[in-house]
């Protein structure tokens, strides 16, 4: 077996503990004589699986009893319509547009009500965060959007919005379980699970009870109502039980591991070597500012297109994979979650650093 | 490894050598350096695999140039808004209710436009497919939908509506890829996978490509028109990557077995000796008109709550498993997809006959 480190921004690197639990009871899950990929949903050995999981997570996040946990489909994307059909009341929603992903969930949303974007980083292709402190809130607003971090452009919120009271929903997809949350700040958060949790093809909402409503416009799919899968314990039709069965190894890995305090030490500490680095070299530079830098997603360019080009192929054959910038803005761009090792870190800053002299 | 003969509706058993080839790969996918689960959706390796299944489902069902393959999500109950949401262009479909899954489609369809009910079996407890030779079909209809084999009640078109030219669209989620289907009857057929084609949290929709529009209502969510996926080749947003490659590997096993053909003789060989024997029993009997029997769900009663109980228990003890019928109906169901070996079903008879002798 030879693994790479695998930058990827998602789907993305997973601990190798789970993939080898995965590989080993693949055929055979716990002498149940099938794969969890078989197993009936309805069977009592897979809703102790999701039990597991949608335990272990609340006991990660420290998940408030009033927040249900739902496991849905259709990525991110898929919540851009569900987040106003569901929680558009007044028909009114404020967004704060810092990438393209925030920008997509604006645009849905107008197919539903009215939209006003607070603040917006566009005007600087997304590189910093705006000041958030003193927004203009519509008094109607049913609730204020963002996209916690932005995988693209290597931000993140430091600081969350002052939302005057309304709730805040957040995209928290590239940021979740990276470091702890105050679930109680929001009134939903969503993450597509294959950016710092699991598989691709699950999503995982938690979302405040009061939030949870059936008095929706006739056009709503049943499918797209988190009532209904609040109401079914995510088990309304079939799930995608693997990717399910996946994230619950994770959410273990990581309390064995000491919890999101102890993520948030050594994300920090990962991020911290290479925004050092990236700081101190001639050749790279990181385009971001400097307070609203992502803990999980490290953007850098050369300034040279040729020389950006070369560095991520040759990075490749040294089994540093993955490290393209997203082809919206070019550059590089180094996802380092949860799974990315310090070890993976360190071998790409040493990279880096033989790089720039061979090339000065 | 103690596999057991699994009996599930679905999810439900995958051929084994797949499930084998997957845990080998589960760590180093050939060399890459890592699992399919941590592969970009964007990079050229999946490219390959998502490429490399739709041709091989393209072979294996014969699939004509002017129908897309998607891969999506969000399960049946997901489609049963999309189909209306992007078909119904007159506002009017109509409906034949067969079961749970077909009289949900259609209630779920009113919320889009008129719905006709043109025949339904629920005054016999869906145990018949009704006649469909000379159906009063809405001039106005912009298609007729079917659920072509009920996975709960064990019954299954053997002859398709006369459609009066309207297009025909089908839930073929329990019985995709079981024998050979000839697409050009259908505007559209879609299949959860679970059933007889990979894990949950796929749904493959084959569609014809004058029937993917644009001009939808508004309040269509982009992730639900069926243009956004076949624009993208599937990969609008991140897919379920995982189990795109699973099903994959399927359809490879299914082409190198043989194909479609040599599944329908298979399958009509594994029916065909669990109904002769039901037919012979003194103590089993299968519920279902004869001309109307499922080729992958076959159901079975003793008449006696307490019998059926006993017999679903000591069956399983034996490693025959999964054979409760469905909540709503009861008594006994064995779900004998594809990946149900011929040995599976001949122990099952064995059973029954010795379990019939014991309690004569």
């Known amino acids: 077996m030879n693994r790479v480190y695998n930058f990827s921004a998602g789907p993305a690197c997973l601990p190798l503990e789970v993939l080898k639990e995965a590989a080993e009871e693949m055929c055979d899950y716990r002498g149940s004589g099938m794969s969890v990929m078989e197993m009936s949903h309805r ?15 609340r006991k990660l996040v420290k998940i408030p009893d009033n927040y249900k946990v739902l496991f849905l489909q259709g990525g991110a994307s898929q919540q851009f319509a569900a987040v106003p059909m569901n929680l558009m009341k007044n028909g009114v929603a404020d967004y704060i547009v810092t990438g393209q992903w925030a920008k997509k969930a604006a645009k849905e949303a107008t197919k539903y009500g009215k939209v006003k974007v607070l603040a917006s980083s566009e005007n600087k292709v997304f590189s910093y965060i705006p000041d958030c402190s003193s927004l203009d809130i519509d008094g109607d607003a049913d609730y204020v959007y963002i996209c916690e971090n932005n995988t693209i452009y290597g931000t993140k919120y430091h600081t969350l919005p002052d939302t005057k009271g309304k709730d805040l929903v957040a995209d928290v997809s590239s940021c979740f379980l990276s470091e702890p949350t105050d679930i109680n700040k929001y009134g939903l958060v969503f993450a597509g699970a294959q950016k710092n949790v699991g598989p691709a093809g699950v999503v995982i909402a938690v979302i405040r009870d009061d939030l949870i409503r059936d008095d929706l416009p006739e056009y709503v799919p049943t499918m797209l109502k988190y009532k209904t899968h609040a109401d079914a314990g995510s088990l309304y039709n079939t799930p995608p039980c693997y990717g399910i069965y996946i ?26 070597i290479l925004y050092d ?28 297109e040729e020389l950006d080009k070369e560095f991520v192929k040759a990075a490749a054959a040294r089994g540093l994979v993955n490290l393209k910038g997203h082809r919206t803005v070019g550059g590089m761009r180094a996802s ?22 061979e090339h000065r």
Chains 1, 2 share one sequence.
């Open 43 to 57: 069977s009592s050995i897979f809703q102790d699986i999701i039990d597991e999981a949608e335990a272990d997570l």
């Open 247 to 272: 994230c619950g190894k994770v959410f273990k890995h990581l309390i064995k591991e000491g919890g999101l305090e102890a993520m948030k030490e050594k994300n920090e500490h990962k991020a911290g």
């Open 277 to 304: 680095f990236l700081d101190e070299s001639k050749m790279f530079s990181n385009p971001v500012e400097r307070g609203s830098r992502s803990l999980m997603n490290v953007t850098f360019v050369t300034g040279n």
């Open 336 to 357: 380092i979650y949860n799974a990315m090792p310090l070890e993976g870190v360190e071998s790409l800053i040493a990279f880096m650093k033989e790089f720039e002299k």
